[in-house]
């Protein structure tokens, strides 16, 4: 079992960067696949980026270029580098992990992006 708690959320204007923290915690840490996903007001829950537990990432054709996630899995930690950030940016982010099968979710972290 795992626990994700993130933290790094908050309030930027356009063009502005921001970076979201997620730490984990559980003996395997190193062996899940990472992500993050975003829910906007009346959207879906989606695939921001993710990472697997050698180091390969996929984004969301909307971040990418501006956003970089990577892990360090002796601090068990996760991150989330966003720039260039939008007013679409604007969510609920949701940090994730998935071992066979199993998936487990953060409470999430609000990133608004507003002039």
């Known amino acids: 079992q795992v626990q994700l708690v993130e933290s790094g959320g908050g309030l930027v204007q356009p063009g502005g960067s921001l970076r979201l923290s997620c730490a984990g915690s559980?003996?395997?840490?190193?062996?899940?696949?990472m992500g993050w996903y975003r829910q906007a007001p009346g959207k879906e829950r989606e695939l921001v980026a993710r990472?697997?537990?050698?180091?390969?990432?996929t984004y969301a054709d909307s971040v990418k270029g501006r956003f970089t996630i990577s892990r360090d899995d002796v601090k068990k930690m996760v991150y989330l580098q966003m720039n260039s950030l939008k007013p679409e940016d604007t969510a609920l982010y949701y940090c994730?992990?998935?071992?066979?099968?199993?998936?487990?979710w953060g409470t999430g972290t609000q990133v608004t992006v507003s002039s």
């Open positions: 994730h992990a998935g071992f066979r099968g199993s998936d487990y």
């Open positions: 559980g003996r395997i840490f190193s062996m899940y696949n």
């Open positions: 990472i697997n537990m050698i180091g390969r990432t």
